[in-house]
């Protein structure tokens, strides 16, 4: 019984060692479509859903809130970098999305090794449509971005 106790740990155990906790920065909104209605409320939604669902994609994730970056003044690299750190995450993921049009988004991502601060991988992905599903489906598929890049 020892036996296989140690050998079901033996086998898991490479698989935890090689997994790196993300911490998801707050997304930032850039909109430069000028469009007439505010559209605020939706955009805040779709930052968090974003965030969301690249946390529920890449698995070893935790999601950094608004309020924790009032730590952050001004907010430096560096101080993000330390709020992602006491996550006790070993990479960052830093996004801007620009809303260009109703039917034109971009988003422009980073992901940063925390304790040297190098770059790792960046993206840009730019999709189609303003709504909860074009947003979670571009989340889904920067994941899988950032996950196979950073491998």
């Not at 007439?36 to 690249?54: G, K, N, S, Y």
């Not at 995450?89 to 039917?103: D, G, H, P």
């Not at 988004?105 to 840009?124: M, P």
């Amino acid at each position: 019984m020892r036996h296989a106790i140690a050998a079901v740990l033996i086998a898991i155990l490479p698989a935890c060692a090689a997994a790196q906790q993300t911490a998801i920065l707050p997304v930032k909104l850039l909109d430069t479509s000028h469009e007439v209605r505010d559209q605020q409320t939706d955009h805040d939604r779709r930052l968090a859903l974003l965030a969301d669902t690249i946390a529920a994609e890449a698995g070893e994730a935790s999601i950094i809130d608004r309020d924790r970056l009032a730590s952050c003044t001004p907010e430096t690299t560096e101080c993000l970098l330390a709020l992602a750190r006491d996550d006790g995450a070993e990479r960052a993921l830093f996004i801007v999305a620009q809303k260009t049009s109703t039917l034109i988004l971009q988003l422009f991502a980073n992901l940063v090794d925390t304790g040297s601060g190098e770059l790792i991988v960046s993206r840009n992905l730019t999709f189609r449509g303003d709504t909860d599903d074009s947003w979670r489906r571009a989340g889904r598929f920067l994941a899988r971005q950032m996950d196979a890049a950073a491998e």
